[in-house]
Nanobody
């Protein structure tokens, strides 16, 4: 069993920055990902990182603005979000995949454990 706890959400104006953290405990997964769900929308992929080799993956909508990174010693994954836009407003979820294959990295079904979510609100 794994336990994920997100932190770092909040309210900012467009153009601002936030850094989300996800502390993992329990089982170690192969991939850690960030997803988000805006009002009335489906959960969508944001970014992911492989613990071994540090391969990273991004949604086109955040590429160049968001950076995912990890600290193995702390079992923590970060999402640095710069130049935030109002359309980035959503609840952001951290997820862990135990055996996620490459083709499922961007699919919520490829993950086994989820955090409780943290709200990010960007005002124009």
């Amino acid at each position: 069993q794994a336990h994920l706890v997100e932190s770092g959400g909040g309210s900012v104006q467009a153009g601002g920055s936030l850094r989300l953290s996800c502390a993992a405990s329990g089982r170690t997964g192969r991939v850690m990902g960030w997803f988000r769900q805006g009002p009335g929308k489906e959960r969508e992929f944001v970014a992911a990182i492989k613990w071994s080799g540090r391969g990273t993956y991004y949604a086109d909508s955040v590429k160049g603005r968001f950076t995912i990174s990890g600290n193995n010693a702390k079992d923590t994954v970060y999402l640095q979000m710069n130049n935030l836009l109002p359309e980035d407003t959503a609840v952001y979820y951290c997820a862990q995949g135990l055996g996620t294959i490459l083709s499922m990295t961007r699919d919520p079904r490829g993950y086994d454990y989820w955090g409780q979510g943290t709200q990010v609100t960007v005002s124009s």
